[in-house]
Structure formats: structure tokens, C-alpha cells
């Protein structure tokens, strides 16, 4: 699993966007800018969110977390990831063969 810091986490994910989504530049984009609502990434662009991020940040997103909310933003997608690589470290360290 890779660590990164907040900063660094908001930055990848907003380059990432920028770089696969048109309408990021035409739009403007900032980590709160609602990315669903505006039509900046649609459903099918999530899927590719989702495995830049699995693949970036090495981490597994669960079917009950592909929710709106866990993408609607720059800052929605870094928490979420933030969230799932601290719950991979405390299984790992509480793991009896680690």
C-alpha cells in the first residue's frame, strides 16, 4: 500500500482529473468543485476514478463505498482514500502474521 501525504493525495487526484477530463479545464476545478453535478465526470468516468485510485494508492474500493458522496469531489475522493489506506494499515498492524 502506498502513503502519501493529504497534500500530495489531493494533488495526484486533481491532476488525474484535469488530465482525463476535458471539462475539468474548461470548468475550472478546485477540490470542492461537485464533479458529479456538474457533469466534469460522468458514470462511466468514475470507473476510471476508481481504478486510478485502486492502482495509484493501492487500496480496494468496496461495492458499498461506490456511492455519490465518495465521489463528488476532489476532497470526497482524497478522504476516502485516506480512510481506506489508515483501515489497511491498523489490519495489517493488528494482523498476527505481519
Known amino acids: 500500500?502506498?502513503?502519501v501525504d493529504s497534500n500530495g493525495?489531493?494533488?495526484q487526484i486533481r491532476c488525474f482529473i484535469l488530465e482525463k477530463f476535458p471539462a475539468a479545464k474548461k470548468r475550472g476545478l478546485n477540490?470542492?468543485?461537485p464533479l458529479l453535478e456538474r457533469g466534469i465526470v460522468?458514470?462511466?468516468g468514475v470507473l476510471d476514478v476508481i481504478g486510478f485510485l485502486e492502482?495509484?494508492?493501492q487500496i480496494k474500493i468496496d461495492d458499498?463505498?461506490?456511492t455519490p458522496d465518495?465521489?463528488?469531489t476532489v476532497s470526497c475522493m482524497a478522504a476516502l482514500v485516506e480512510r481506506k489506506t489508515s483501515a489497511e494499515l491498523t489490519a495489517k498492524s493488528m494482523s498476527p502474521f505481519r
Do not use: G, P, W, Y
Request: hydrophobic share 40%.
Open 9 to 11: 493525495l489531493h494533488q
Open 64 to 66: 458499498d463505498e461506490l
Open 1 to 3: 500500500m502506498k502513503t
Open 55 to 57: 492502482k495509484t494508492f
Open 31 to 33: 477540490e470542492e468543485v
Open 70 to 72: 465518495n465521489f463528488a
Open 42 to 44: 460522468d458514470s462511466l
